[in-house]
């Protein structure tokens, strides 16, 4: 059980690297959709089923299948590889690194420091549970996630349309 | 009549408000009758006052008038009240009867001015300033007049304002009397806060009563008052100014710089003089002062060229007298010496303008010459004046004056044998400069004409003054000739609380030899004058030309280097430093405040660089900060 | 009732000056006279009635009050109030703003409407500073005087006129502020009169406070007043905004606005810290006497006339803060006379600046000399008022200066024989201001007009009031001696012992 | 859902409703004027739900929610800055090309998020009102799509919060992971039950501290606000500057009611730090700033760190300070921003401080209306800014924070600089004569009018609000 | 069953969190920093679902898929500007959108 666990951390961990050090960006997103996978085999490990196919189904497929359908439309070729290449020279990358460093460093301390409180039974919450919750102590969170997606909605028609004949962009105004 | 006495300084001010609102417009003779005429009226009225107090002398010798109360706080309350005794009468008299001959006398000498209307309207207010110091009775008021006349004599010295010196030297006077005032005023604080008046005959009583004789307190009361009558009479460490004030109107000097306000140290002492008696040490440096003052004055009178500088430095000696005479309390003798010094110094003074105007603005006596036959009137009243000056015996009433103070200083028991051989000494040098002055201007060659005689309006004060000069003298006869005191009978009354005890110390015939030694030397003074002069002048020169004779020959000419000194201790560093800081080193601090902020500014607006991964970095930077500060704190 | 109208008259005028500035421009000169005038009268009405005319008020300290809730949760209330000190300075602030109102006559030409109600504005929060008896409603006009004398400065000033506003409303506003967090303090730490907070000046007074927090409020408080008076290390914003405001803002700046941190230091500071003011008294009377000193010798080296004068008057303000912290009975009447003296002479001396910038098109003294000449009425006026400036007895600044000495000298000797030495400094900066302007050979021929009648008036009304103080001061001196004895009694430490000679009863 | 329930509920369904309502109106024929006109009747109807509401208040939905005089306080507090921004939109808009109907919906939503988090006992709703009031604003700050800067505004606006979201939701994480339970009441019991490891909550409150910082532009995370208040038009701007911080407020005043009085040494210290900084940063970057819009950013970031202030200093008035300080700062913010989006003409804001020279000559009510805002932010008396900041002054004597104290005077005198600086290039005597300045619509104008009266008011007569806080809020 | 690697849960997420963040710091691509955020926001989600798994309560889960819709809606709302902003500036580069500054 805690094999597998740390065998999909690892793979996790891998992919992410992969995807941040990708210079294609179709690389970089297939190296992401493997990351998803492996986070999504991490829940069901841990005994969250619902989540892990949650995961699979919106994050590694509908996220994914927006970007991958983005890049199709800017049709991102190889220029974009070789312009990515001279813009990560390796002095690009110390100083942030070490920024992220000392961060996961920090909360490495905070996750194990002092004596790990009782940890509970591996239990396995089932999506009956789940929908329970949703439906009877969070519904009224449900509908405002619900306005969410809508104002999500509106906002993503409002700046994705063509522009209207009378909207010439401001640059080519001045 | 007494209680007219309070018109007495009003009648000069109203005709200094008629000149100053209506000065442009009203013709100049009726100018010169408002100005002159002031003058007069005011002379009139202290001849009548003078009358009804001689033939009727009000209960204590002394009559006292209030108009109003001026400030009330506490204890404190200084009125605007008028005081008459022998000393006030004595001053205002000869302030209105000399002033009024002045401003008869420059009626014509300011004839052809421009700013004749301004020039009366100033000399009116000094006549009132000085009246208001003369018949104050308490010494704030005093304090009024006293910087009223320092005001008019810096408007007067400065009257031909075009010229940069004249403005220098009025600026020079006033700041340096100003000086004066200062230490006075810290003077009256003492007063005040001590004693808790400035009343002057309150005052009088409480320090008798509450300090005592020889108190450190009377002492310092004393000297800082002397402080303030040495800065306005130009006496020894104040006197750079008097010189320079020469360079105003002859009649300016006449009245201002000779007769009236230069006097004003010696009435202010006078008049506080039970405070002095307080402590012998301030009597002591009086003398000393007066002692120093006239050897000093006497040298320096002896080489000037400019015949109003000679005059101007044998008023400071013949002041250094007064106040020789106050020092060792004679103080009957030094008022009379002032009324006669008044009448010959102002006789002078108007004669060597007579001969100024006819030569048309000539100062210099080497430039003068053979006068005598050109101009005879100015001529025999110049040599009246000069003979009462040097002290010529038994005919001018200089001498008499001049003898009583020798005599004084060596006799009481403040005076000493050195006080006396100083003022001796001081005689033979003023007898030479005069003599030495007639002669170089008077006598020898004419190097200069005459272009037009004086009118009668010059000449008329100028026999007056001359008789007066001569006449003077005889109310006060010395005890060995004759027992004519009507002068120090009448002062004794404003005296009486010192004792005039003085007088009648030394027995009789002792001062008749003292006598004889003062006529002695100013004879040999006008004998000596004569052979270097005017038998060979050539003589003079050589021993000027000697190096210590050309060396002494500046230093005394230029005042015994007081001015150079003054110059280089007070007036350059204080330039220097107002130079230096004319910017505010304060304000330099706030503004590099203001710098160091504008800098902050700029160098964080260059953290707002527009790019989304920087200002990542920063929330990153931030919370790790924040992480860092809730976990390891 | 009364003392509401006297404050905002002057403020419904400007609004309808400002209103009328569109249309005419003399019209909205002659309301904004009006208004002041109204005022005017409604003070001397006052002073008449309470003064009683012989100038010597009842034993009650309080003329007037007049209070109304405005924020009952802390005790804050439109609280004004009038005793002598007050009346004096109502008084003086009308007198100056009318002149003001006259000397900007022709000077002021565009926006003569907004200048107007700037105008008015400053001058009712001006009367605001001196009647309001509760400490926020005191703030909230001290404030509120500052903005439209930004405004003043900022547009109808000369050339460098926006650095000057800047650096003036800086350095009051930042003064202010640090006042208004001691005032707060004062308010909450104070055990007040049982119904929780409150700002009333009357609470305070009945209890003054002790202990540390009373010398840190008093320090808060004395920084505010002193950046006002200008004491010394808080002077260098007047010379700037003196410099570059107009005439009748250099004159009501000069006139009023020091005076209210004067007038401050008397109302607050002394009566309400006592034992913090006593140990303060040294330090703030040597700032006062360096502050007579200091700004003397920089007045005597400065070219630009206005300048001089402004740090003349940083000069007389020093004598000020000496007399308040001497504290004794001559010296505080000596202060509230120099008050009134130094905006008499200052304002004055400002006008003719104005009036003679309006001729020369210069204020520098360099250009200038021998104008006797050309202008003999200016002469004579300028050499009056330099008089005045240096303290001729027979004028007010002398009586004011001769009472701050011998009130100081009870208490500090030394410290006011160094400040007599002042005497002698304005004595050389006032000779050196007509040295180089009147006398001396003239630069250029031009022929200028001389005072016109409506100049020869106000500086006649300047001369008058100045005569008048300095032969006559005792109306003055009597309207303020019940405010100074209630002063004196709450502040009742051994600085009164000093009092032998005035005799008060304690 | 009982009839309590329900009424509680009240003002979160109207606003639901108008948003649908939006919705159909825009699908059925898109009109700006109508849309404009149903989103101001639908906020006058939200108003008038929460005084329906108020009827049943307090309420709580367990767990997630609670209704009672403090939100709804809050919520009409929102939607009363909603209101203006909306008016001036309408301005705004019909001078930009594109179409205009959407903004309204969007401003709805954001106006929701803000009411959910106003009233959230629990971590669900912080995070849902949170994310909902941000996401609409990507969408409003980018919302005139034609100026490149809009765009690049509203892509810098959408990665900052993202990243700053998901600090939080780890920092909730964390919390959550420790104690177990995510509704505030159990935090708080927890934190003081202490059976729990001291570091992981730290962490946890470190990390929902960078969320909350990011929101109210505290100092390390303030960066974006220049650059975004800049991009946005001027009614989003005004909006950001209010309502989203105004909701932020609240949800920290909130905790701080409920418990956080005694609060530990070490946050303390951080917050002092963060108030100290964001001071003199927003201060003196506003110093010598040339655009207007940038000034009002970085004033916005000063005034957060004066408000900080009152709730370090803890005393029995730092609620009332919050509160009061809150409203007139909100007030303020909305007229100046109010200013510049009225002031918009056809080719895009006028935002340089040149154009605006001598303003106050030409446009005498605009120039009025921006003076008495500047003068109100620089805390000038007749203005509710000036009893703001003696409200701040009162709490920081009542908590005896002396430091705080000092460093507040002299950021409100570095203030007054740039404040003048721009009232005096309002006022300045030489005009810029091609600077084109649009008409004043009679809604821009009546909504300047009614926020110069608020803040005038409130400046002159705090008398009556003052009680009012007092007695409901604490 | 043996016990959950909770904290190793926990070090995964700050792992995933870090990396991702790392991504936003150093990629100038737009793409990218949006993939990036998407990480840094599922590594959240997967520090709730541990949180939820110790205490062995749904509210993890809950607000997981509360944390998707948020994420879903941003990815949507951050692709259409990114769309805007290739065609206004024709390049993807985030130093691109930068003109506001000072």
């Given amino acids: ?118 940890t509970a039974a591996a239990s396995e919450i089932d999506p009956k549970q789940v929908g329970v919750a949703l439906i009877g102590k969070y519904y009224l969170a449900v509908e405002f996630a619900s306005m969410l997606l809508l104002a999500g909605i509106v906002a993503a028609y409002h700046l994705g349309k063509r522009s209207l004949p009378d909207e010439t962009t401001e640059e080519a105004i001045q | 009549m007494l209680n007219l006495l309070w018109t007495i300084p009003v009648f000069p001010f109203l005709g200094f408000l008629i000149l100053l609102f209506f000065g442009e417009r009203l013709p100049r003779k009726i100018l010169a009758l408002v100005g002159a005429g002031s003058v007069g009226v005011s002379a009139a009225v202290t001849s009548l006052v003078a009358y009804a107090f001689i033939t009727n002398p009000p209960e204590g010798h002394a009559f006292h008038q209030v108009l109003w109360t001026w400030i009330s706080v506490g204890d404190f309350h200084p009125q605007i009240a008028f005081y008459l005794d022998a000393l006030a009468l004595v001053m205002a008299g000869v302030v209105t009867g000399v002033g009024f001959l002045i401003h008869v006398y420059s009626i014509e000498y300011m004839g052809t001015d421009k700013d004749f209307a301004r020039f009366f309207a100033c000399m009116n207010l000094f006549v009132f300033a000085m009246l208001v110091l003369v018949l104050a009775d308490n010494l704030l008021l005093l304090y009024i007049g006293w910087e009223g006349v320092g005001l008019c004599s810096y408007l007067l010295i400065g009257f031909w304002y075009r010229e940069p010196a004249n403005c220098t030297a009025a600026q020079k006077a006033f700041i340096v009397t100003r000086v004066g005032d200062t230490v006075m005023a810290i003077g009256f604080f003492l007063l005040v806060v001590q004693l808790g008046t400035l009343d002057v005959q309150g005052l009088m009583e409480r320090a008798q009563s509450e300090w005592g004789p020889a108190s450190g307190m009377a002492t310092l009361a004393a000297l800082l008052l002397l402080g303030g009558a040495v800065g306005k009479s130009g006496q020894l460490p104040l006197q750079t100014w008097l010189p320079d004030a020469m360079a105003g109107p002859t009649p300016v000097s006449a009245l201002i710089h000779a007769a009236t306000m230069v006097t004003a140290g010696v009435y202010l ?365 | 009732m009364t003392l509401v109208l006297l404050v905002f008259i002057p403020l419904a005028g400007g609004l309808i000056a400002g209103w009328m500035g569109g249309k005419d421009s003399t019209a909205c000169r002659w309301i904004s006279l009006g208004a002041l005038g109204l005022d005017a009268l409604l003070a001397l009405g006052l002073a008449f009635h309470y003064l009683g005319g012989s100038g010597n008020p009842g034993d009650s300290r309080w003329f007037i009050e007049w209070s109304q809730p405005w924020i009952p949760q802390f005790g804050i209330s439109f609280h004004f109030a009038m005793d002598g000190l007050s009346l004096v300075m109502v008084l003086l602030t009308l007198f100056l703003g009318l002149i003001g109102v006259g000397a900007s006559w022709t000077e002021i030409q565009e926006r003569v409407g907004f200048f107007h109600f700037n105008f008015l504005w400053i001058l009712s929060g001006v009367l605001g500073v001196f009647l309001a008896m509760d400490l926020f409603l005191f703030f909230f006009f001290w404030e509120v005087m500052l903005v439209p004398m930004y405004l003043l400065i900022r547009i109808w000033g000369h050339e460098n006129r926006r650095y000057a506003a800047v650096k003036f409303f800086l350095f009051t506003q930042a003064s202010g502020l640090l006042m208004l967090i001691s005032i707060v303090a004062l308010a909450l730490l104070h055990p007040g009169n049982g119904q929780g907070v409150t700002f009333d000046y009357n609470v305070f007074l009945q209890n003054p406070l002790h202990g540390p927090a009373a010398k840190w409020i008093m320090l808060g408080f004395f920084v505010a007043f002193a950046t006002k008076l200008p004491a010394f290390p808080f002077h260098p914003w007047l010379a700037d905004a003196h410099t570059e405001a107009p005439t009748a803002g250099s004159i009501i700046l000069a006139g009023i606005l020091l005076k209210t941190g004067a007038y401050g230091m008397l109302r607050f500071i002394l009566p309400l810290f006592p034992t913090a003011v006593h140990e303060f008294s040294t330090t703030a009377m040597i700032l006062g006497v360096i502050g007579i000193l200091y700004a003397a010798i920089l007045a005597f080296a400065q070219d630009d006339m206005k300048r001089l004068v402004a740090y003349t008057s940083v000069s007389h303000m020093g004598f000020v803060l000496l007399g308040i912290f001497a504290g004794t009975d001559f010296a505080l009447k000596g202060v509230v006379i120099q008050m009134i003296c130094h905006g008499l002479s200052a304002g004055a001396q400002f006008m003719l600046v104005g009036a003679l910038y309006e001729r020369i098109h210069t204020r520098d003294m360099r250009k200038m000399g021998g104008l006797w000449d050309a202008i003999p009425g200016f002469g004579v006026a300028t050499m009056f008022f330099a008089m005045a400036s240096l303290g001729l007895p027979g004028l007010g600044n002398f009586v004011a200066e001769f009472m701050i000495l011998v009130g100081s000298f009870q208490v500090a000797p030394k410290l006011t024989i160094l400040a007599t030495l002042g005497l002698i400094a304005a004595t050389l900066y006032s000779l050196r201001l007509i040295r180089r302007a009147f006398h001396g050979p003239r630069q250029d021929e031009k022929a200028y007009p001389d005072l016109t009648l409506r100049e020869r008036a106000l500086n006649g009304a300047f001369a008058l009031g100045l005569i008048w103080l300095g032969v006559y001061p005792q109306p003055a001196i009597n309207a303020v001696t019940p405010t100074l004895k209630s002063i004196q009694s709450s502040a009742a430490t051994p600085m009164a012992e000093h009092n032998a000679i005035s005799g008060e009863s304690q | 859902m009982t009839s309590t329930d329900f009424l509680s509920l009240l003002p979160f369904i109207v606003l639901s409703v108008l948003i649908l309502a939006l919705m159909g109106e825009i699908s059925y024929r898109r009109d700006h004027a109508l849309v404009a006109w149903t989103t101001l009747g639908g906020f006058l109807a939200t108003l008038v739900s929460v005084l329906v509401a108020s009827q049943a208040s307090p309420h709580t939905q367990e767990p997630l929610l609670v ?253 009332e300070a919050v509160v009061y300080y809150l409203v007139a700062y909100m007030a303020t913010s909305l007229g100046a921003f109010g200013v510049v989006s009225v002031l918009a003409n056809k080719s895009g804001e006028i935002e340089e401080l040149d154009d605006y020279r001598g303003l106050g000559w030409r446009h005498p009510f605009q120039g009025g209306v921006l003076t008495a805002m500047l003068l109100s932010l620089a805390g000038i008396p007749l203005t509710a800014g000036f009893v703001g900041k003696f409200y701040l002054v009162a709490a920081g004597v009542d908590g005896s924070t002396w430091w705080l104290l000092f460093f507040l005077v002299l950021n409100s005198a570095i203030g007054l600089y740039y404040y003048l600086r721009v009232v005096a290039t309002l006022y300045d005597v030489n005009q810029k004569e091609e600077s084109t300045f649009s008409p004043l619509a009679l809604s821009g104008g009546v909504v300047l009018a009614i926020l110069t009266l608020v803040v005038i008011g409130f400046g002159v007569l705090p008398g009556p609000f003052i009680a009012w806080i007092r007695d409901h809020l604490t | 069953m043996t016990v959950l690697p909770v904290n190793g849960g926990l070090v995964l997420a700050a792992g995933l969190f870090a990396i991702g963040l790392l991504g936003v710091l150093v990629r100038r691509n737009l793409l990218y920093t949006l993939m990036c955020v998407e990480i840094m926001m599922n590594a959240a989600g997967l520090a709730f679902v541990v949180a939820g798994a110790k205490w062995g309560q749904p509210d993890g889960q809950v607000f997981f898929i509360f944390i998707l819709t948020v994420a879903a809606a941003e990815v949507a709302v951050g692709l259409a500007l990114v769309n805007q902003i290739y065609r206004r500036f024709h390049t993807l580069d985030n130093d691109s959108t930068s003109s506001m500054r000072g």
């Fill in chain 2, 269 to 633: 002492i006078a008049r506080t003089h039970v405070l002095f008696e307080l402590s012998s040490t301030a009597m002591m440096a009086v003398a000393v002062v007066g002692c120093l003052t006239l050897l000093l004055a006497g040298f320096s009178a002896l080489v000037q060229t400019d015949i109003k500088r000679v005059l101007a430095y044998s008023t400071i000696s013949q002041i250094g007298y007064m106040f020789l005479a106050l020092g060792v309390g004679a103080w009957s003798a030094a008022m009379f010496h002032f009324m006669t010094h008044a009448f010959f110094k102002a006789l002078l003074f108007l004669a060597a303008g007579g001969v100024i105007h006819a030569l048309h603005d000539e100062q210099n006596m080497f430039k003068m010459g053979g006068l005598w036959k050109q101009l005879p009137v100015v001529f025999w009243t110049f040599l009246i004046g000069s003979a009462a000056l040097a002290g010529i015996p038994l005919i001018d009433a200089g001498f008499y004056s001049k003898d009583a103070i020798l005599w004084a200083a060596y006799s009481s028991e403040h005076g000493s044998f050195l006080l006396w051989l100083g003022a001796w000494i001081g005689a033979i040098m003023t007898s030479i400069y005069t003599f030495r002055m007639v002669f170089i201007s008077f006598f020898g060659e004419a190097k200069n004409h005459v272009h037009h005689k004086p009118g009668l309006t010059i000449l008329i004060p100028l026999i007056i003054l001359a008789a007066l000069s001569l006449v003077a003298g005889f109310i006060e006869l010395p005890h060995n000739m004759g027992h004519i005191q009507m002068f120090s009978h009448f002062m004794g009354t404003a005296f009486e609380s010192a004792g005039e005890h003085a007088q009648t110390m030394a027995e009789p015939g002792g001062e008749a030899m003292f006598q004889i030694l003062a006529g002695v030397g100013s004879l040999a003074g006008v004998l000596i004058a004569w052979w270097f002069f005017l038998k060979n002048p050539a003589s003079a020169d050589s021993l000027a030309s000697t190096p210590t004779g050309s060396r002494l020959h500046h230093f005394w000419k230029s005042g015994w280097g007081f001015d150079a000194f003054y110059d280089k201790v007070f007036v350059q560093p204080f330039r220097w430093i107002s130079e230096v800081n004319k910017a505010d080193i304060v304000d330099g601090f706030y503004s590099a405040i203001a710098g160091a902020t504008q800098l902050t500014h700029s160098v964080l607006s260059l953290t707002q660089t527009g790019r989304v991964r920087w200002y990542a970095a920063w929330v990153t930077v931030g919370s790790v900060m924040i992480l860092g500060a809730l976990l390891f704190k």
């Fill in chain 1, 1 to 118: 059980m805690t094999f597998a666990f740390y065998l999909f951390s690892c793979i996790a961990i891998l992919a992410t690297a992969m995807v941040v050090t990708s210079r294609h960006p179709v690389h970089g997103l297939l190296y992401l959709v493997v990351s998803f996978l492996a986070v999504a085999s991490v829940f069901y490990v841990l005994g969250a089923p619902f989540i892990a196919l949650l995961e699979v189904i919106v994050y590694a497929g509908a996220i994914m299948v927006l970007f991958v359908f983005m890049i199709m439309m800017l049709n991102l070729g190889p220029n974009v590889a070789s312009e990515e290449s001279q813009f990560l020279r390796p002095s690009v990358w110390v100083g942030p690194s070490l920024l992220c460093l000392v961060l996961f460093v920090e909360m490495i301390y905070v996750v194990v420091s002092g004596e790990p409180s009782a």
């Fill in chain 4, 67 to 319: 209704v009672d005089g403090f939100g709804l306080f809050f919520i009409a507090l929102l939607v009363l800055a909603s209101l203006p921004v909306a008016a001036l939109a309408k301005d705004y808009l019909e001078k930009r090309p594109g179409y205009r109907e959407e903004f309204y919906m969007l401003l709805c939503t954001a106006t929701l998020g803000g009411m959910i988090l106003v009233s959230a006992i629990h971590f669900a709703t912080v995070f849902i009102g949170l994310e909902l009031l941000t996401l609409s604003l990507f969408g409003m700050i980018a919302y005139t799509r034609t100026s490149g800067r809009s765009i690049e505004a509203g892509i810098k606006y959408l990665v900052l919060a993202a990243i700053s979201s998901s600090f939080l939701i780890f920092g909730l994480a964390l919390i959550y992971f420790e104690l177990g339970g995510m509704g505030f009441a159990e935090v708080l019991e927890a934190v003081k039950g202490g059976d729990h490891r001291e570091t992981v909550l730290l962490a946890g409150l470190a990390l929902t501290l960078v969320g909350a910082g990011f929101k109210l532009a505290l100092v390390p995370f303030h960066m974006w606000t220049p650059d975004i208040y800049e991009g946005a038009p001027a009614p989003v701007t005004a909006y950001i500057a209010t309502a989203s911080k105004g909701a932020m407020t609240a949800v920290l005043l909130r905790l701080y009611l409920m418990g956080g009085k005694e609060m530990p040494t070490g946050l303390w210290i951080a917050l002092a730090l963060i108030a100290v900084a964001s001071m003199f940063a927003g201060n003196l970057l506003a110093l010598l700033q040339e655009n207007i819009k940038r000034i009002l950013a970085y004033s916005s970031i000063s005034h957060l760190g004066y408000l900080l202030v009152a709730f370090l200093a803890g005393g029995t008035y730092a609620v």
